[in-house]
């Protein structure tokens, strides 16, 4: 790479005896030097690019959870091993401390299988990579040594010096392009998203089709890393319970710890989740609740259910869902999403033609509806919708394998566009959920049983 500046490096020169005559100058450049390598750095690049051919993410990304799994896991054993040692009278275990030692143990061979079992080709694949990692690090500290000259750094004086000029011929120095205000937005604008970053199958593989998992966009202090999983577990439509993990290494493995926390004993029953676009923020569960025009939101420590109606004439009881031309996906009349600014709710109503409407849902003691805005797009027209920036996106179906982000509605200027254009690889044909978290900035889909995570990549 070095390499390249030597070229502008000749510019340089020119460029500095050129600025007070504007006559043309010819620039003698002598090197002394023992010549640059060109062909060897090229081949260092094409064994760079091979070697990221190998390494896929999804490989790496479940690698690494795995083994943060273990690593959290393993420091936990010890502790509790000494702890059993100092109960041991001398001839009887503590009975419990006995069977906690058992799961954990359990939970950590499942770790050491699951690692192992990322076939033997995996680790073939990885032992291979780390030699061609260190050979590709050694040939680069070997080139380095080329870089007498600095001129990568040369390079970059070149292109202030550069800029300077553009500046002086202007008469008047040039101005940054005014950027729109950012408000609750650090990361810019969304762009676009990356391949799947994460594919889990969970512990019921295939199971149930209609449900949605995620983090939480808000989580309470010592649940940073808590996962969650909501499934239609009754004729695709109602649930009792949200599923936790604690880790995403938990999740991978199928250890439901702290398990399941019930909102109702039975199923359905007032207050049961009803559809599948259900989001978790700041330890609270918010859904559609069943057989109502209303947003539930179950508080996980308290137990309780606080619920708002929506306005008169919204859509429910599947008479308001998202579609594709083949097939509408029941019970999908509320949609839930969160981002940095908290939770919002997406639907439709009799008055708006079935077009899509968007309220924010203010997080108070009471449950309240703030702000809403009414759009152009017609909701059995989108798959799916989330909310990143205050901009709510929406889905719609190509094939079996694409899905395409196509629409947006900008909440602070109004602005709506239909032809985003952003395409999501689909490891299965049905996004059931999808929901945008900002703590990780990924988009976590629930397809037909499956759970998957596209990373969000911003301007
Ligand atoms: C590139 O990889 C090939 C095959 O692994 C190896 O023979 C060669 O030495 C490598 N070249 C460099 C410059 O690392
Ligand atoms: C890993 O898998 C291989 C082949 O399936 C098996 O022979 C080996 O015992 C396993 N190792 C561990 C540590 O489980
Ligand atoms: C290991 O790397 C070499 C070249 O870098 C490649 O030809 C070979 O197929 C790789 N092995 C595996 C198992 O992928
Ligand atoms: C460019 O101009 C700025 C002031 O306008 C000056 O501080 C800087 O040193 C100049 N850069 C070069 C490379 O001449
Ligand atoms: C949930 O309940 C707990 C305990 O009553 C309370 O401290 C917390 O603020 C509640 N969370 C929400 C989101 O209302
Ligand atoms: C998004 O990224 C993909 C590659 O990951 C690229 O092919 C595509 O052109 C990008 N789309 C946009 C709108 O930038």
């Known amino acids: 790479m070095k390499l390249y500046v030597i070229v502008p490096l000749c510019a340089l020169i020119t460029l500095t005896q050129q600025a007070p005559s504007r006559d043309k100058c010819v ?14 750095l090229s081949a260092v690049e094409d064994n760079a690019s091979r070697c990221n051919t190998y390494i896929t993410p999804q490989k790496t990304l479940e690698l690494e959870s795995l083994l943060l799994g273990l690593e959290r896991r393993l420091p936990r054993l010890a502790e509790d091993v000494s702890t059993l040692e100092r109960e041991d009278d001398g001839e009887l275990y503590g009975v419990i401390s006995l069977q906690v030692i058992e799961n954990e143990l359990m939970e950590i061979m499942q770790l050491i299988d699951r690692l192992n079992s990322t076939t033997l080709e995996d680790q073939h694949l990885t032992t291979n990579a780390t030699k061609q990692l260190e050979d590709l690090k050694a040939e680069m500290e070997e080139l380095e040594t080329y870089d007498i000259m600095q001129v990568v750094k040369r390079q970059r004086e070149n292109q202030l010096l550069k800029s300077n000029l553009t500046k002086c011929k202007n008469g008047r120095p040039t101005t940054q392009p005014t950027e729109p205000p950012r408000g609750k937005c650090p990361r810019g604008q969304f762009r676009n998203i990356t391949g799947p970053r994460m594919y889990i199958e969970g512990e019921y593989p295939g199971s149930y089709r209609y449900g949605a998992w995620g983090r939480d966009s808000k989580p309470e202090a010592g649940k940073e890393s808590w996962h969650w999983l909501v499934m239609m577990t009754s004729s695709d439509r109602y649930s009792n ?16 710890t702290p398990g399941n926390v019930q909102i109702h004993s039975s199923n359905p029953a007032t207050n049961t989740i009803q559809g599948p676009n259900v989001v978790m923020y700041r330890g609270a569960l918010y859904y ?57 709710v997406i639907y439709t109503t009799n008055q708006d033609f079935g077009n899509l409407v968007l309220a924010k849902l203010e997080d108070d003691e009471q449950l309240r509806l703030g702000q809403t805005w009414h759009t152009s797009a ?31 509605f900008d909440t602070t200027t109004g602005v709506e566009r239909f032809n985003l254009g952003i395409f999501i690889k689909k490891m299965y044909p049905n996004i059931l959920s999808l929901n945008y978290s900002p703590v990780d900035q990924m988009l976590h889909a629930y397809c037909d049983s499956y759970m998957v995570s596209y990373k969000v990549l911003f301007s």
């Open 288 to 344: 559609n609740c069943y057989n109502q025009d209303e947003v539930c939101r179950f508080n996980l420590t308290s137990k309780t259910v606080t619920n708002i109606k929506l306005p008169k004439g919204t859509r429910y009881n599947s008479k308001g869902n998202f579609c594709h031309l083949d097939e509408c996906y029941p019970f999908t009349d509320l949609d839930l999403a969160t981002d940095e600014s908290g939770v919002w």
């Open 241 to 256: 319970y949200v599923r936790l993990y604690s880790s995403l290494s938990a999740l991978i493995v199928g250890q439901s």
């Open 27 to 40: 620039c003698d450049f002598t090197n002394s030097e023992k010549a640059f390598p060109h062909d060897k």
């Open 378 to 408: 017609y909701k059995q027209g989108i798959t799916n919708t989330f909310m990143v920036c205050g901009v709510l996106y929406a889905t719609r179906y190509v094939d079996k394998e694409t899905e395409e982000i196509f629409y947006s």
